[in-house]
């Protein structure tokens, strides 16, 4: 069936340490992935996107790495900053279903000054 | 530029009311979604926007929603004899749109809560 889930549920890390949440999906079918965080009272704030033709892909201090075989997916985050602390949630979307995102439950990620 | 804008951001009404959601999506996108995210899950996705036509409505859980985008920007979504289970937060994102898929920005969300 169609499903996103996360491996952890929180994850507490010190500031300057580099910080990895996890995603699997199910679906052989998805073809583009994003990575989301959200804040307290916000909405979901866009990170990063990768493509089913790629493997990784690089932004500003953050990595996703996307393992097609196991359909496994995962966000690195360098130099973990206080500011980083928020919800973290991988979603997907299906190539022959449009446009709409499946997302996961979420990892929270707090960071320890 | 202006990012998705959502009005109101809190409604509160009573079991059984006539409720409407607004969106405001980036200017230029043509692609608009709506999805609902309960306390401590992610968001669930609701309808699509592609233009003026709903290119995919199969996450409305009940005929008592309905959502519309006449003119192709602005989109209402509306919820009918509201019941205590549609408290949530009703998100708005939109995107480029066109084939392939792009990055969908979210707006604030409108926390929604039947007493």
């Known amino acids: 069936g169609e499903s996103v889930g996360l491996h952890l549920p929180t994850l507490s890390v010190q500031e300057g340490d580099n910080s990895i949440i996890n995603c699997a999906y199910s679906n052989s079918a998805s073809d583009y992935f994003i990575w989301y965080k959200q804040e307290s009272g916000k909405g979901p704030q866009f990170i990063i996107d990768?493509?089913?033709?790629?493997d990784k892909r690089q932004g500003q201090r953050v990595t996703v790495l996307l393992n097609k075989t196991v359909k496994h997916l995962s966000l690195q985050i360098a130099a973990t900053q206080p500011g980083d602390s928020a919800v973290y949630f991988c979603a997907e979307n299906i190539g022959n279903q449009g446009g709409k995102l499946i997302f996961g439950q979420g990892t929270e990620l707090s960071v320890k000054p | 530029g202006a990012g998705v804008s959502q009005t109101p951001s809190n409604k509160v009404t009573e079991k059984g009311k006539y409720v409407e959601l607004r969106c405001d999506p980036i200017s230029g996108h043509t692609a608009l979604y709506w999805y609902r995210q309960s306390l401590g899950q992610g968001p669930e996705f609701l309808i699509y926007?592609?233009?003026?036509?709903?290119?995919?409505d199969s996450g409305l859980p009940n005929d008592r929603f309905f959502a519309v985008r006449p003119e192709g920007s602005v989109s209402t979504l509306k919820i009918q004899r509201t019941e205590r289970g549609d408290s949530a937060v009703y998100l708005c994102a939109s995107s480029r749109g066109g084939t392939g898929s792009y990055e969908q920005y979210f707006g604030p969300g409108t926390r929604l809560t039947v007493t």
């Open positions: 926007f592609q233009g003026t036509g709903a290119a995919d």
């Open positions: 990768i493509r089913s033709n790629m």
